[in-house]
């Protein structure tokens, strides 16, 4: 029998340790408290606020994980456990399998969106000030998709932020055109004109309605101050106020949902079936957003839409699976996929399976490959950089840190960086020639205060000759796939022949196939098609539905 009292007990969690207290009362689980934790803001938010109340429900530590904030779960029933250990829990005491009872349920409403990431929750709200009935779907356990990982930047122009130096939708539109003819493809003229020419509208949005205090700076591959960021709160100044807005007008969310099908009567959709974990529905409604995220979050379909990522890592949501081709078969629907993917460098410290809001600052150290050579101008855009990683020949990458380097410290107490005391144990960690190495450092040097002609850098630090270093390896990482749905500037679904399908709209992650080529052109342009034609999506559709 276990005590009666208040016990606490901490297990790691995403980030840190989760330490949590349990209240013992009359041989139950009385309550059950996160008191301590550093988790992700909104990832985690699902996980703290009900595991504790599922394991007073079932008075069981083994209750399901919330999907898509496992770690998370798991760290608080551990800690859970460990507590009741010192209230005296055997090991067999509350810890019967949590019980599921599956619940059939009938909805009616007027638009169904697919998704809660940003282009969904955008949808959503503006279907239903619209005066639509809403309902969303989510294929994980808590909200967010992509967008709760992303650093939480916006790219545009003419804002209330940067109109007085950058107020050209022209000039942003030939940007992105330019940047896809530079890597041989073409982007479709009327919808990347759309995302210029409501850019600005989309920041502003975002500050007036809720308040986002963001700041406008030259970020990337434009010289020009377009990318907006809250420097205070980060992606959590966007995402937060949208889903309590989302509260707010009590649309409902219907979580670890699978998109079974979209159903039709004489070509016009009527409904969706979804199964859950918990719950199946049957759900009808007249129009359909779909903004489901990409396909990069599974290696299988990754590999078969953008063959040249094979063998990257993931930070995507593992839902991310590329579900909506087949569920828009029946509607012989358009598809474009260019091999594309927005790549970055992530440490080995990152756990991506899971996703993390923290991209690797390697600064601008020397970086080379398991041969021992340099592969890209170091510091330039991130997914510049990924693409000179996978072109580069090389297996592995690594960021080779001397006492010369302003990030030399950080580099020392960063968790997965290891020491060398010579420049013969660099060599030997990474597996290159050292000759080839030294020779490679011995060049690099040499451009010291010069412009370096191998990779346009003007801002070489040499590399001291004598260490210690501090070496840390990047794992080329995919954070979302180009390609999906094609789609019109009214964000509908366009088929085959490039008519659209009524009542069918897509935003987002899933429809950029006609807005990207193989690389990401500008950090913040992915949140920015997600509001714009999230937006789009969500009035078009309540027009539709009152037809």
């Known amino acids: 029998m276990v005590k009666n009292g208040t016990y606490q007990a901490a297990a790691q969690g995403h980030n840190d340790e989760i330490t949590v207290a349990v209240t013992v009362d009359d041989n139950k689980i009385a309550k059950v408290e996160v008191t301590k934790h550093a988790e992700t803001p909104l990832i985690s938010a699902k996980a703290l606020a009900e595991i504790p109340a599922k394991i007073v429900a079932d008075q069981s530590t083994a209750v399901d994980a ?58 959503a709200i503006t279907a239903k000030e619209n005066g639509a009935d809403v309902v969303l779907l989510e294929k994980a356990g808590r909200f967010g998709g992509n967008s709760v990982v992303s650093g939480g930047f916006m790219y545009a122009t003419g804002s209330e932020f940067n109109k007085d130096k950058d107020n050209d939708p022209a000039d942003l539109t030939k940007f992105y055109e330019n940047f896809a003819k530079s890597e041989g493809g073409s982007v479709d003229h009327e919808l990347v004109k759309t995302i210029a020419e409501n850019s600005a509208s989309a920041v502003n949005y975002y500050a007036d309605k809720y308040g986002v205090k963001f700041t406008a700076m030259p970020l990337g591959l434009s010289p020009h101050p377009r990318t907006h960021i809250d420097f205070q709160k980060g992606p959590v100044a966007i995402l937060e106020p949208v889903f309590n807005r989302v509260k707010e007008l009590k649309i409902p969310i ?25 719950d199946d529905y049957e759900i009808s409604c007249k129009a359909i957003v779909l903004a489901v995220g990409g396909f990069d979050g599974s290696a299988k379909t990754r590999d078969k839409y953008a063959p040249s990522a094979k063998g990257a890592r993931s930070m995507s949501s593992p839902y991310n699976n590329g579900d909506y081709v087949d569920l828009t078969k029946k509607f012989n629907a358009g598809l474009e996929f260019k091999d594309g993917v927005m790549g970055i460098m992530t440490a080995n410290y990152l756990d991506v399976t899971v996703g993390a809001n923290t991209l690797i600052l390697l600064n601008t150290p020397i970086a080379v490959n398991n041969l021992g050579k340099r592969f890209t101008k170091e510091g330039q855009h991130y997914s510049i950089m990924y693409n000179d990683a996978k072109n580069s020949g090389g297996a592995r990458f690594f960021w080779i840190f001397d006492k010369n380097q302003p990030q030399y410290k950080t580099a020392s107490h960063t968790d997965g960086s290891i020491k060398c005391d010579s420049l013969s144990d660099v060599a030997k960690l990474i597996g290159a020639d050292e000759q080839t190495l030294l020779a490679t450092i011995e060049r690099y040097n040499s451009f010291a205060g010069k412009k370096d002609p191998d990779f346009g850098r003007d801002d070489i630090i040499a590399v001291s000759p004598e260490g210690p270093y501090y070496v840390i390896e990047g794992y080329p990482t995919t954070v979302a796939g180009f390609g999906g749905l094609t789609i019109n500037p009214e964000a509908q679904v366009l088929n085959t022949d490039g008519q659209p399908i009524a009542g069918l709209y897509a935003a987002g992650e899933d429809a950029t196939g006609q807005i990207f080529v193989h690389t990401y052109p500008s950090t913040g342009t992915m949140l920015t098609t997600c509001t714009v034609f999230g937006r789009i999506a969500g009035k078009n559709a309540a027009e539709f539905s009152k037809k």
Do not use: M, P, W
């Open 254 to 278: 219907f979580y670890n949902q699978t998109h079974e099908e979209i159903k039709t009567e004489n070509g016009n959709i009527v409904g969706v079936t979804t199964k859950g974990k918990y």
């Open 66 to 123: 919330i999907s898509g904030a496992t770690f998370t779960s798991n760290g608080i029933l551990h800690a859970a456990r460990k507590a009741l250990t010192k209230a005296g829990a055997g090991t067999d005491e509350f810890n019967e399998k949590e019980k599921i009872t599956k619940h059939q349920h009938q909805v009616k409403t007027d638009v169904v969106v697919f998704g809660t990431g940003l282009a969904g929750l955008d949808a």
